[in-house]
């Protein structure tokens, strides 16, 4: 990309780079190597970079503000078991309920049922039960709590 072509060219130049042309343009524009990012967010980043260099970073009053912002919403400890870990793409998840036995598969997109996709297990187990059910507790991920009988939410 030469040094005439408009920001909002370069910006859509990027969709249509290589991994190894974004990395060389990450390089020029950051005077360091590229982190091991996803291609959507490493072109993302490059776009905000572009930006900043043509139109100029935040003012110190603003950098200032959303440092302190950082800083007042810090990470809090979670609770014990507050957010259920995921379990790694391709794992089968298998569930026996009224004599018949259901398996989703976990895909980096969610969970594949029969054949469609969806985000969460809370969901599958709905559809399975007919009511509303904690979907990693009626699968097993998770254990019972003090909630509600029968891992119903």
């Given at each position: 990309?030469?040094?005439?072509?408009?920001?909002?060219a370069?910006?859509v130049?990027?969709?249509?780079?290589k991994?190894?042309?974004l990395?060389?343009l990450?390089k020029?524009?950051?005077e360091?190597?590229?982190?091991?990012?996803?291609?959507?967010?490493?072109?993302?980043?490059?776009?905000?970079?572009?930006?900043?260099?043509?139109?100029?970073?935040?003012?110190?009053?603003?950098?200032?503000?959303?440092?302190?912002?950082?800083?007042?919403?810090?990470h809090?400890?979670?609770?014990?078991?507050?957010r259920l870990?995921?379990?790694p793409?391709?794992?089968?998840i298998?569930?026996?309920y009224n004599?018949?036995?259901?398996e989703?598969i976990?895909?980096?997109?969610?969970?594949?049922?029969?054949?469609?996709?969806?985000?969460?297990?809370?969901?599958?187990?709905?559809?399975?039960?007919?009511?509303s059910?904690?979907?990693?507790l009626?699968?097993?991920?998770?254990?019972?709590s003090?909630?509600?009988?029968?891992?119903?939410?």
């Amino acid at each position: 990309m030469n040094d005439d072509t408009t920001l909002a060219a370069r910006v859509v130049a990027l969709q249509s780079m290589k991994t190894d042309e974004l990395r060389k343009l990450w390089k020029e524009l950051n005077e360091k190597e590229a982190p091991d990012l996803d291609l959507r967010i490493l072109r993302q980043r490059l776009s905000a970079r572009l930006q900043e260099l043509a139109l100029g970073g935040l003012s110190e009053k603003s950098a200032e503000r959303l440092k302190l912002a950082g800083k007042k919403s810090e990470h809090k400890p979670k609770a014990q078991n507050s957010r259920l870990v995921k379990p790694p793409p391709g794992t089968v998840i298998s569930k026996e309920y009224n004599g018949e036995t259901h398996e989703v598969i976990v895909t980096p997109q969610g969970f594949e049922y029969r054949g469609e996709m969806y985000k969460s297990l809370t969901r599958i187990a709905t559809m399975i039960t007919g009511s509303s059910w904690s979907g990693p507790l009626f699968f097993g991920l998770k254990s019972k709590s003090k909630g509600g009988e029968h891992g119903q939410a």
